[in-house]
């Protein structure tokens, strides 16, 4: 099993131009997570899924969008992009309720906003 | 509300302990505690989930006092291989039956020989 994987590793927008970061897991997880991680604040999350068609804000969703057509997608998109999106961006996913199961992470996308 | 960490940083030599606090003002269904080293993506280390079990594996163990909304992560004996930054996540309720991580800022830990 790959696990979880994000493409791509790196990449550098300039201001207001737009992309989608790629998340894919092969484990059959329901949950799926996008987290945005910036110098010692810790992890932020953008946005989750509990399933294929079902999506929902956390805590800093303005300017990102999401969708999950199927169980192992799940990419986040960046409209018009700002300096204030430049962070390292994490994907996970989780089997079920997060009371009973661990988050499994991909590697990162470090994003630079110009 | 981002759970509370501390301390922000601590350096240890090799064989000596150390512990990392978490605590939150909410109250908690359960609380994760991972691992991140230096441009890796973060690694799952445990969950603790109501009930203040004190669970562990290696030399690495944690407790849970729901009470006081707080847990701790206990590292004994450190090895270089524990440097790293240590992120405890708290789970509430968000709502239909969905649950959230909230992580705090992190602890860096540097053990050095």
New interface residues.
């Given amino acids: 099993n790959a696990g979880v994987t994000q493409t791509p590793k790196f990449r550098i927008l300039k201001i207001g131009q737009s992309m989608t970061l790629q998340c894919t897991q092969d484990m059959n997880h329901n949950y799926m997570y996008w987290?945005r991680q910036d110098p010692?604040?810790?992890?932020?999350?953008i946005y989750?899924s509990?399933g294929a068609g079902i999506t929902?804000k956390?805590?800093v969703p303005n300017g990102y969008n999401v969708s999950r057509s199927t169980t192992e997608d799940f990419p986040l998109r960046l409209e018009l992009a700002a300096p204030s999106q430049t962070s390292v961006y994490?994907c996970a996913s989780s089997y079920s309720?997060?009371?009973?199961?661990?988050?499994?992470?991909?590697?990162?996308t470090r994003l630079t906003v110009l | 509300q981002q759970p509370v960490q501390s301390p922000q940083a601590v350096i240890l030599r090799e064989g000596e302990d150390a512990v990392i606090n978490c605590s939150s003002s909410k109250a908690l269904y359960s609380v994760h505690w991972y691992r991140q080293k230096h441009g890796e993506a973060p690694v799952f280390l445990m969950i603790l989930l109501k009930g203040g079990e004190q669970k562990g594996h290696d030399k690495i163990s944690a407790s849970f006092n729901e009470k006081k909304q707080q847990s701790s992560l206990y590292l004994t004996a450190s090895q270089l291989s524990y440097s790293g930054t240590y992120f405890c996540g708290t789970e509430w309720n968000s709502g239909a039956g969905s649950y959230q991580l909230t992580f705090g800022k992190g602890t860096k830990l540097s053990v050095i020989p």
């Fill in positions: 987290y010692g604040m810790g992890l932020k999350l989750y509990v929902d956390g805590e994490f309720s997060t009371s009973y199961n661990e988050q499994f992470f991909g590697p990162g």
